[in-house]
C-alpha cells in the first residue's frame, strides 16, 4: 500500500468555464487532501493553451489525473478526450458519460429511455422563448450546458422578466425549458456501486433566488444540509434507487451525484411525494460547502479516503 501511497497524481483545476472559481475551490482541497494521504501530488491550473497543458504532463507524466475541473471543457468530455488519447488514468466519467451528462436534453433522453422520471419540458429556440411563454407558468430556463446552475432562472407569474431573460441570453441558440416543481431540492451522491444517502437542501432566502442557485451552493451560509433527509420512507428509497440507476444509465464511473425535485407539497408526510431528476454531476464538487464529501463523511469516509478512492479507481479508456 505504501508504494501506491506514493504514486503521483496531477490534480487538473480551473479550466475555462463559468465554474472556474468552484473547480480552483475543489482543486486545492483536494490537492491538500491527496498530499496528506502520502500521495505525490501536484495541481495545473488548465488553461486555455493546451498545448502548454500536454507539454506540462509530459514532462513530469503522471501515473494518475485527478480531474477537479467543473462546466465546459473538463466535465463535458473533452479533457477525458484528450487523456485517453495519452493514455494518462484520469478520475471520474469518460467520454460518453461525461458528454451526455453534461447536455441536459440528452441526458432527459437517457433517463426516459431507462424509465426515469423528468420534468415535462423540452428545447426552445431562444427566438421562440422571447415571443411568449412556452409552459404554463411556474416554469423553469436552464442553459443546456453548463452546471452549478449557471443561468437558470424561473419565470413565475407577473414576473415580466421572460423577454429580457431572451435578449440577455448567452448560452447558445436553445435553452432547455421545464415545468416548476415545487416542494424540496434533494441530493444523493453515488460512489462507485452504492448510493450513499439523501440530503434535503434548503437555500438561505437572503443569499438565493428562491431555489439552490451558485450563491446557495458555494457561499459560507448560502444553504443548510439535513443528511438524512427526514423524508417518507419510501421516496428516501427511491431517491436511493434513482441515483444509482441514473449513474448506471449514463455509464458514469468514480463518483457521481443526482439532484432532485421533491414534491411533498400535497402528500406531506402521510404518502410519498414525486420525485423529479434535475440532472447528475459526473464531477460533483469537492469545495468546503459541497454535497459529496459532506454524504460521504456521514457514511463513513472521510474528505481524505474519497479522494484516494477516486485515485485507486482511476481508468484509462483507450
Not at 448506471?248 to 439532484?259: H, N, Q
Request: glycine fraction near 10%; proline fraction near 6%.
Amino acid at each position: 500500500m505504501s508504494g501506491l501511497r506514493r504514486r503521483k497524481v496531477c490534480v487538473l483545476m480551473g479550466g475555462l468555464s463559468a465554474e472556474r472559481a468552484v473547480s480552483l475551490s475543489s482543486g486545492a482541497q483536494v490537492l491538500r487532501a491527496l498530499n496528506e494521504s502520502g500521495y505525490d501530488a501536484r495541481g495545473i491550473d488548465a488553461g486555455p493553451d493546451l498545448r502548454a497543458l500536454l507539454a506540462d504532463l509530459d514532462a513530469d507524466r503522471p501515473d494518475v489525473v485527478f480531474n477537479a475541473l467543473h462546466g465546459r471543457f473538463g466535465e463535458d468530455g473533452a479533457i477525458q478526450g484528450v487523456l485517453d488519447w495519452i493514455g494518462i488514468p484520469y478520475t471520474h466519467s469518460g467520454i460518453r458519460a461525461s458528454a451526455v451528462a453534461m447536455d441536459k436534453h440528452a441526458a432527459r433522453a437517457a433517463f426516459v429511455a431507462a424509465g426515469l422520471p423528468v420534468a415535462a419540458g423540452g428545447l426552445v429556440p431562444v427566438a421562440d422563448l422571447a415571443g411568449a411563454d412556452p409552459l404554463p407558468l411556474p416554469y423553469v430556463i436552464k442553459p443546456v450546458n453548463e452546471g452549478s446552475s449557471v443561468g437558470v432562472e424561473i419565470i413565475r407569474a407577473g414576473s415580466n422578466t421572460r423577454a429580457a431573460i431572451a435578449a440577455a441570453w448567452s448560452y447558445g441558440p436553445n435553452a432547455l425549458v421545464e415545468e416548476f416543481i415545487p416542494g424540496r431540492e434533494l441530493t444523493v451522491a453515488v460512489v462507485g456501486d452504492r448510493a450513499l444517502t439523501v440530503t434535503d437542501i434548503t437555500p438561505n432566502p437572503s443569499m438565493s433566488h428562491g431555489f439552490y442557485d451558485y450563491d446557495a451552493k458555494y457561499a459560507a451560509g448560502g444553504s443548510q444540509h439535513q443528511l438524512p433527509a427526514s423524508i417518507h420512507p419510501e421516496a428516501f428509497a427511491q431517491a436511493l434507487g434513482i441515483a444509482l440507476a441514473a449513474h448506471r444509465a449514463l455509464g458514469c464511473s468514480g463518483a457521481s451525484r443526482t439532484d432532485f425535485r421533491y414534491d411533498d407539497t400535497r402528500s406531506g408526510d402521510t404518502a410519498p411525494g414525486r420525485l423529479v431528476i434535475l440532472e447528475v454531476n459526473t464531477q460533483p464538487g469537492l469545495t468546503p460547502t459541497s454535497l459529496l464529501p459532506e454524504q460521504a463523511a456521514f457514511c463513513g469516509m472521510d474528505f481524505g479516503a474519497l479522494c484516494a478512492w477516486m485515485v485507486e479507481h482511476a481508468a484509462c479508456r483507450a
